[in-house]
């Protein structure tokens, strides 16, 4: 049982530690006003936020779970979580779109989602955005095995005791 709850918060960690460390980038902040906020509202609308950040939440959790294991109903319990508590992801994000984008780039992002090629950027953008997550751990983790190789290889020429590298 401990070793299943060790298991379970190394998990929870690994798949939490990379939105930690992300930074924010700030920039020049627009103003607030009442044709801003309608003007984002209109485009949590048009471009389906609450859609799309349960459809990525699910495809991510479809990839964590092919490479991370976890305990039998974690995967569900998250997407189930994620889903009931959508609304509290997507304050901040609108907050940013309000913060950052001008109400004529406001204009012209809703006029996008509303085209073909917005709705369609829809429904693949959680996909992708799943797909270059689980792509980028395995870069970062292949990078990472061979920096530790090299650093064990640096120890052996230069006299000192090391184990054999593993190869990625």
């Known amino acids: 049982m401990r070793h299943t709850r060790m298991a379970l918060l190394a998990l929870v960690f690994a798949a939490v530690a990379p939105l930690a460390q992300a930074q924010v980038v700030d920039t020049i902040a627009e103003p607030h006003d ?3 906020r309608a003007l984002v509202s209109e485009l949590v609308q048009v471009a389906n936020f609450r ?3 349960v459809r990525t939440m699910r495809e991510t959790a479809r990839l964590q779970a092919a490479t991370m294991p976890a305990p039998p109903g974690f995967w569900d319990r998250v997407i189930a979580r994620a889903e009931q508590d959508v609304d509290t992801l997507i ?3 609108v907050e940013d779109y309000a ?3 001008s109400n004529d780039d406001l204009r012209a992002l809703i006029v996008f989602y509303k085209t073909p090629a917005g709705q ?4 693949v953008a959680p996909i992708m955005g799943a797909n270059s ?4 751990s395995r870069w970062g983790q292949r990078v990472g095995m061979e920096v530790g190789a090299e650093l064990l290889n640096d120890g052996a020429q230069k006299g000192k005791p090391s184990t054999k590298p593993v190869k990625p």
């Open 120 to 123: 369609r950027s829809v429904l």
């Open 133 to 136: 997550s689980v792509a980028g």
């Open 99 to 101: 913060r950052y984008f």
């Open 51 to 53: 859609q799309q950040v």
């Open 34 to 36: 009442a044709v801003k």
């Open 91 to 93: 304050a901040p994000l």
